[in-house]
Structure formats: structure tokens, C-alpha cells
């Protein structure tokens, strides 16, 4: 047993119930989950990537206690889908569980979200505990209650909101994580101090450099608080009416960059912190950001080793497929841009011409 | 238009939302249901059976003021399953709506059920409206809100709870509907005079001749009754731990019914009628029921057109069927028996031997 380098926790409020999440490199998952599994069965959901480096041990102690299933799901965001959905039921059924059933998500977002939505929809909704395994699953999985699949004809169009009883981030997990999904994930930390505070800017341009040599207890830190800044605004709109879009941040512009590359080609983060410098270009056009702060995030994005210049796309290409965003309403696009460093807002109210200079 | 006979209506209370059941013979479905559509887009979601009858009007008049797809499945029990699930979502994608559709469920507890889970799961909750077209479906599915579908392994094992914004029990819809589904939706009726209340066992027995003569005024007093009895138990228990398993009197007897002669030969409420019958047996060897509590139970089936008498199953195979109930908790069976006429308790306090009696 590795002596705990840190252990902290934040408890998130939700309209059904409130949930720990707890943050730790204590590599101990059985004994951390153990105390949130009410039943007797549980099933461990995971993927062929995830499974040989953590099912065995977490599978071996919780038989110990429990009656243990397992799912293994290939992986990769084209098995987020039905059928995928229909393996882990037929497995919960083939198991003979029941309403005491307790699925635990052990893996990357597309793993919890899958595995969420099954447990939102096994007998009409059974326990479920999320076990992140990637850096971003941990920023951006572990608040909000967002759960589903894809359709063919579009990204998560089939789905719950349906709560967790408990988020363990062992934060030991992202020493197996590759490093350019590390970075694809600190996209989104650095999307939080965007949006919200400057202070986590000035904290995280001290300590991107050891979150990338994989300090452990700073990444731990980081995603706290990242988790009790989105905590704070899903409490405030938990249906994503309105400050909750603030969240999509660069994601209009990456959105385009994914879409237009074929999807893999970049990873998600890499496209955001694209577009987060899209979006700060415009922002800075608008006159809200000064040349030094587009620079300065352009600099934080490079600590992260992430890029910031978008690949060559005709601006006319770029604005049809932004047309295509869930955040159109009316026709018109309605873009997050920075009224100042640490400050977002939703608006429509750029000039089109400003925003195709910033597509050239 | 046809004058109304009547038109009344019953609020239900529902952790998200309250939403009226409206109970009337004024046949003008869309003039009902439009004040409950908020958005500009509209599913309605029927079968091939109730489409010739119904979709015709409902759809030309919504689509003075809406945005109209429709989504005709098959007819059956055997349907109600993922499948058909995909074909909704599928008529949704394709038609490209969004957040901000409202589904309509035409037609009996299958559609209503498929329809519901539909709903709870695009884009993870849209709006939905019921307009159950069988007696069964206004008494049961009106109130409670579950949601869902097979599995190849079990019935409703898959779902959500998921509340709709209005029912509408459109009473002049039973014109069309086969006698023997009456009187298979009367054994629902009847069984909440057998568990709740006396006083409507006595209407029912002064009533249930003109019931079944299509007397729409009557009938749409005794769904109003049963929902009002459902939605109090309801209210009481929302996620099914106590006193709304008193829902299921006759079910376990009738379940075993239905397994054995196979699923389709008896109708549901046929087979509850017969396991009410057994049921009240039993609460008579048990000292509870007299004999002639058991005859009025009969005569007033019989009022029904119902059948009293079950097939011939062996003691031990109906016994062995009765173990694979979900009301088994511990390996021992429980079943809903009857104190007294009105009042029905879960127990499984009663000796073998005399269900052994009742089975024989």
C-alpha cells in the first residue's frame, strides 16, 4: 500500500441527491468505492484498454464483499452507441441483477457516460459510481449528470441526466495515460481559468509545468477545482439554459476543426484550445482582450504542449459548419467569447465580418 | 363537433411537475392537447392498429400550428422493444428536431410505455403527451409514470420514470375498442375497489352493466376514480417500495396464468381476474374473506364478462412459476392478499398448505 500523497474530496449537490467526489493517488479503488455500494452486485463497466490495467485488482477485492459482473466494451467514441448499451444489459441480465445492482464506470468518458446511462435506464435506474481514468473524464465527467450515447446521425442525442453516488479520480491512474490525451485534458483546465478566474490562470501558469511531469497531488488540485468551478455553475442552471453554455467555450470553433479533420485526427482537446484562441481572437477584435492577453493564453496553451494554430480550412467551409452547432438559435450563431481574461459570455452580437477575419 | 356529455379532469403531483389527466368524451384530440405543447415540434408515436382510426384527424389539425411527424410501429407486445425505440429516435433525427419536440403517445399502454422512455431518453428528456386509446392504459398508465420496454430476458426491464406534461383519456376512443379488451381494462377497474374502497366495489356492481354498454359518461367516472386511487398510492410510494405493490393484487396468481398458457392466449386483465379469484381464496382460508366476500368478488367479474376459473396447471408447476415473481424477496414468495373487501395488505405470512388449496 502507497502511503496517500494527498486526499481530498468536494461533495456536489444535486436536485436527487448529493454525491462525494473524492480525489486521491491512494491507489486503493475497492476500498475507496466500497463504502457507496448499497447492494450486493455490482457490475464493473470498462473497455479493452482500461481492463488490463485496472479491472484485475479493483474485480479481485470487491468479490471479496460483493457478487461481481463484468462488461468489457471495445474502445473508442464510434462504440459509444445502442449496442454497446445492449452489451452491458445483457450482461446485467444474464447475471440475474436487479434493482440493487450497482454499476461502476471504470474508464474515459465515453465509459462513464455509457455506463451512467445504462444504470439511468436498467429497471428505471439503478446506482451507479464513476471511477475516471483520463484527465478530462475527471474535469468534465464528474459533475453535471450528463449521461448517453451517440446516434448515427448525431453526438449524444440519446441520454439521461442521472446522478452518480460517488466519483473516485485516483489520480495514480494518469501515470498509464498517454501524454498528448494529458494535454488534450488540460485543455479543458485551462478552459475553466479562461471563463472563470484569472487567479487559476496565474496558479496554473506556475504549475502546468509540474502537472505535466505528472505531479500528482498539483493535478489533484487542479481538478478539484476545476470540478467545484463547473459544480457551481451546473447549480445554477442544471438544464443548460443559460450559464451553463459558457462551459462550450471553444468548442463552436473546435467543433469545426474536429468535424472538418475527421473525428481522432485531433483529439477534442487539441480542437478546443484551438478554438479557445479562435474565440480570444474575436474576443480580442471586439476590443475586450488586449494583443498581451491573447498572448498570454497562446503561452499557457504551449505549456500544455497543446496546439494553438488551426489547420487550413476555407473561412466559408468553417462558417457553414459552424451553422451546424447546437448553439445556433434563430439561424444565428451564438458564440462564447471573453469580455476579459477570467470572464465569458454568450452572445450573438459580433460583426460577421470580424468573425470571418478571424476564420482567414 | 359533438357536444361534450362530459369533461372533467384531475391534477396529479409529480416530484418534477404537476400535469392534468383530462377525462371527456368530446372527441377533438388536438384542440385538447395544443395548450401542453410548448415548442413548435411535434412527434406523435401510434401503431398500426390505432393509426386508421385516429392519426388522420389529430395530425391535419396539429399541423395547422405545429411542425408534425409521425412514427407508426407495429401492433403488440412483442414490439415493445429497443427496435422500435431506434425507430422513433430515428423519425426524430431525420425530421431533425430538437429539445424542443413534444412526443404524443396514441394509443394503448405499449405505445404509451415505448412512447414515454422515448421522451425520458432524446436528447436526455423532451416533453411528452398520452392519449391512451384502450380502457386499460386511461386506468394504469395514466398515473405513476413508468416508462420502458422489454428485454429478450424479461418485460419492463429497461425504462425510465418519466412524467408527461397531460393525458388525455378521450373516452369516445373505447367505440373502437374490442369487448374483450374492456373487459379486460374492467378487471384493472375492479381490482381498486377490491385493495382500496368498498363503497366503489357497491357503484361497480350498479354500474358495470351500463359500462359495458358503452355508457362513456360512466366509464370516465371509473377512470377518474381509478386514477385518483392510483395517484394517492402513488404519491405515497413513488419509487415502488411499499404500499404501491398493492398495485399488482391478482398479478402474481395471474402472472403464472399468463406464462403457462403463453403470453397473447389469455389477456392480461383476463389472467388478473382469475388470480384476483385465487387471491381472495386464499384470504378466505386465511379467515380473512367469508365465502360470500368470494361470490361477490365472482359475480361482480362475472358483471364483467370476466372469467373466474383458471386453466389446469399443476400445483407445483404453478408454484415453481410464482417463484420467478419480482415480488420474491429472500426466496419466499409474498403475495397481496385481501383483509377485507377494500383493503388489501403484502404479506407473506400464510401457510403453504393453503396455497397448495388454491392452486389445486
Redesign the interface.
Known amino acids: 500500500m502507497v502511503t496517500p500523497l494527498f486526499s481530498d474530496s468536494l461533495v456536489v449537490h444535486t436536485q436527487s441527491h448529493d454525491y462525494p467526489i473524492v480525489i486521491t493517488d491512494k491507489h486503493a479503488m475497492a476500498e475507496q468505492v466500497t463504502p457507496y455500494i448499497s447492494g450486493q452486485q455490482v457490475l464493473i463497466v470498462t473497455n479493452e484498454t482500461v481492463a488490463p490495467l485496472y479491472l484485475s485488482q479493483l474485480q479481485t477485492q470487491l468479490e471479496k464483499s460483493f457478487t461481481v459482473a463484468v462488461c468489457i466494451l471495445a474502445d473508442g467514441e464510434q462504440y459509444k452507441n ?1 449496442d454497446s448499451i ?1 452489451q452491458i ?1 445483457d450482461v446485467l ?2 447475471a440475474r441483477f436487479n434493482r440493487d445492482v450497482t454499476l461502476i464506470a471504470l474508464g474515459g468518458g465515453v465509459v462513464g457516460d455509457m455506463t451512467g ?1 445504462a444504470a ?6 439503478v446506482s451507479f459510481i464513476q471511477i475516471p481514468t483520463t484527465l478530462l473524464s475527471q474535469v468534465d465527467s464528474s459533475v453535471g449528470g ?3 450515447i451517440n ?4 453526438k449524444n ?5 442521472w446522478q452518480p453516488q460517488m466519483v473516485l479520480a485516483d489520480m495514480s491512474t494518469l501515470q498509464t495515460l498517454p501524454v498528448r490525451e494529458l494535454s488534450a485534458g488540460l485543455a479543458e483546465v485551462i478552459k475553466y481559468a479562461l471563463i472563470m478566474d484569472i487567479e487559476f490562470l496565474e496558479w496554473l501558469e506556475t504549475n502546468l509545468p509540474a502537472m505535466m511531469a505528472l505531479d500528482l497531488a498539483i493535478l489533484g488540485e487542479a481538478v478539484k477545482r476545476c470540478c467545484e468551478y463547473k459544480a457551481d455553475l451546473v447549480a445554477q442552471d442544471e438544464r443548460e439554459a443559460g450559464v451553463r453554455a459558457l462551459l462550450n467555450f471553444g468548442h463552436t470553433f473546435g467543433h469545426v476543426i474536429e468535424t472538418h479533420e475527421g473525428y481522432g485526427n485531433w483529439l477534442h482537446g487539441e480542437a478546443v484550445a484551438v478554438g479557445m484562441v479562435q474565440a480570444a481572437e474575436l474576443s480580442q477584435k471586439m476590443g475586450w482582450l488586449s494583443d498581451a492577453d491573447v498572448a498570454r493564453i497562446k503561452r499557457v496553451l504551449r505549456l500544455a504542449n497543446l496546439p494553438i494554430n488551426p489547420p487550413s480550412i476555407a473561412p466559408d467551409v468553417a462558417l457553414s459548419l459552424m451553422g451546424h452547432d447546437k448553439k445556433v438559435q434563430g439561424g444565428q450563431i451564438r458564440l462564447i467569447l471573453l469580455k476579459s481574461l477570467g470572464q465569458a459570455v454568450l452572445t450573438k452580437d459580433f460583426e460577421a465580418q470580424l468573425l470571418t477575419e478571424v476564420l482567414s
Open positions: 445502442q445492449n444489459y441480465m444474464t446511462f439511468a435506464s436498467f429497471m428505471r435506474g450528463k449521461t448517453g446516434h448515427s446521425q448525431g442525442m440519446i441520454g439521461a441526466f
